[in-house]
């Protein structure tokens, strides 16, 4: 039986313990927020990342994502909400959303995934979000994409990225931030009407209960329901229901299917990411079926497109407003 007096020691003991952890986590998010830009480059944060502060944070984060439903619950008090899509990388456009719309402790979001892979920065990025999360659970929330797996990211640039830079160390740096990936949840319901996750909706979706069914952690899988919530796309089509996607894994779907799983599930929309597309380069967003599902894209002139920087806000009325950031413009010599 414990004693009263080695009750209160473990109790001062924890206590030390989370000051600690957050003065760490303020510590570090304040040098990543107020590093200079690189000389050379007006995308790129003159920042690093030590081995040991991405071991601390990625231990930190799995354990809070693993405490978490695969299905967040995002209340009405949370209003006003941002919702942001793909960062790929973008850490200076994920420094700009927080500089435009309040820091996490002030501000509410909830971030779609795709973190990393095909930017230069996404070991940065994703610290950023991971420590933020740790520091305000209840003010970032953060989805999984279909990047944050380990087969993705060794064949589309993460993987490299941690070797470049961290050499001999890069292979346990990675292996740190998959094994907190492992732990993420896949989708966010805001006040039970707005579901947002990276992909689309599933076949395999009888209740939205059935997200919470997902077993964590996990890698994904190449069929089933944590597949196609981080894979699924929308297509314009005339063909009704479910088609193999082209991109090779998971399915499409038309607004007829979108149309009818608002209707079963009592959603009033679905926000989710994962696509960019010509015209979504003014304005960052694209509507489907009648303004049941809107698709994001945060990351500014991705892969050299010129697109805008995309975040979705809903405020206390449940409107739903777009909120941009343009990617500057080089301008030319003469």
């Excluded at 000051?19 to 304040?30: A, D, G, P």
């Excluded at 107020?34 to 930190?60: C, F, G, L, Q, W």
């Excluded at 230069?120 to 933020?132: H, I, K, N, P």
Aim: glycine share 6%; charged share 25%.
């Amino acid at each position: 039986m414990i004693q009263e007096s080695e009750r209160a020691e473990v109790e001062e003991e924890e206590t030390d313990n989370d000051e600690e952890r957050i003065s760490y986590l303020k510590s570090f998010i304040s040098r990543m927020m107020n590093a200079p830009m690189k000389e050379k480059s007006k995308a790129e944060v003159d920042i690093s990342v030590t081995p040991e502060e991405i071991r601390i944070i990625s231990n930190y984060a799995a354990a809070s994502f693993a405490s978490l439903n695969t299905l967040m619950r995002v209340d009405e008090s949370c209003l006003p909400i941002h919702v942001v899509g793909d960062l790929h990388g973008h850490f200076n456009d994920l420094r700009n959303i927080f500089t435009k719309h309040g820091a996490p402790g002030l501000s509410h979001y909830v971030f779609l995934g795709d973190y990393v892979d095909r930017g230069r920065q996404g070991v940065e990025t994703v610290m950023l979000l991971m420590a933020y999360h740790c520091l305000y659970p209840e003010h970032l929330f953060l989805c999984r994409g279909n990047h944050e797996d380990y087969n993705t990211t060794m064949t589309y640039g993460f993987y490299d990225e941690c070797h470049l830079k961290y050499e001999k160390k890069g292979f346990l740096v990675w292996l740190h931030i998959i094994n907190a990936f492992n732990h993420l949840p896949f989708a966010a319901l805001i006040f039970g009407r707005v579901l947002c996750m990276h992909g689309g909706i599933s076949p395999h979706i009888k209740t939205l209960d059935d997200i919470d069914s997902i077993q964590r952690p996990t890698f994904i899988p190449s069929f089933g329901l944590a597949c196609d919530l981080v894979w699924s796309d929308p297509e314009t089509t005339t063909n009704v229901g479910w088609s193999l996607s082209a991109r090779g894994i998971s399915f499409s779907f038309d607004d007829v299917t979108i149309e009818k799983f608002c209707q079963d599930n009592g959603v009033d929309l679905i926000v989710r990411a994962h696509q960019i597309s010509s015209e979504m380069v003014t304005g960052g967003h694209r509507w489907h079926a009648n303004g049941r599902m809107v698709t994001i894209f945060s990351a500014a002139n991705y892969l050299g497109m010129g697109n805008d920087t995309c975040v979705l806000r809903i405020d206390e009325q449940k409107t739903v407003q777009f909120s941009l950031l343009r990617p500057v413009k080089k301008s030319r010599k003469h």
